[in-house]
Every structure is written in C-alpha cells, then in structure tokens.
C-alpha cells in the first residue's frame, strides 16, 4: 500500500466517522447505553483493515497467485471478529440495541 493509497484510505475512514458520530448528535442517540463506543468500534475496523491492506500488499510482491486466497481468507477472519465483538450486542433486545448492532454492520461494509 503507497502512501497516496493509505491518506486516501484514512481520509475515507475518518469522513466516515464524522459523518456517523454528527449524525448521531443530530438525532440525539444516546450512546452512552451502548456496550462499544463509536470511537472503539471503527479503531477496530481500521486496524483490521490497515493489516488486511497491509498484508495483501506483501503477498502480492512475492506470491502474487495467492493474493486472492489471502483476501477472502482474511476477511472470514474479520467476519469472525465482528462476531465475537457483536456477540455482547446480539443479547441486547431493546431499540438501542438494535440500533448498535446496525452501527457495527455497516462499519464493517464500510
């Protein structure tokens, strides 16, 4: 990953986060009932995808067959990630609940 690819990566992520973190002061969600924070919740996510974007990177510089075989390998292992960082969430069976797991979900497309 170049570093014109990494800004245009960090850059994404953080307008990402605005957008969602003023949307929720916008519409006055009460987020401190929620089990994650915003703030840790896309840490995450951009840690797991600087190491895919990373690792895919390397892959490719010396086994570039492989580097389809890494990609989905390494986002089931995020999928199983969120999972156990959504099986708290999952248990909660009220609107602000839902409303985190939502969150989560479209963190992780994102």
């Known amino acids: 990953m170049n570093t014109k690819h990494l800004v245009q990566f960090c850059l994404s ?3 990402c986060y605005a957008i969602t973190f003023f949307g929720q002061q916008l519409l006055k969600i009460q987020t401190t009932k ?3 924070t915003l703030e840790m919740v896309y840490l995450f996510f ?3 995808s600087i190491a ?3 690792s895919v ?3 490719k510089k010396h086994y570039e067959t492989f580097v389809g075989l890494l990609f989905v ?3 089931t292992l995020k999928m199983i990630f969120t999972y156990l ?7 909660i069976n009220n ?3 839902l409303l985190e797991k939502t969150n989560i979900v479209v963190i992780l497309l994102v």
């Open 57 to 59: 990177t390397q892959i």
């Open 73 to 75: 390998s390494a986002l």
């Open 34 to 36: 929620f089990v994650y």
């Open 85 to 91: 960082l959504l099986r708290p969430v999952l248990e």
């Open 95 to 97: 609107p602000i609940g």
């Open 52 to 54: 895919i974007s990373w």
């Open 13 to 15: 992520f953080i307008a």
């Open 46 to 48: 951009f840690l797991i």
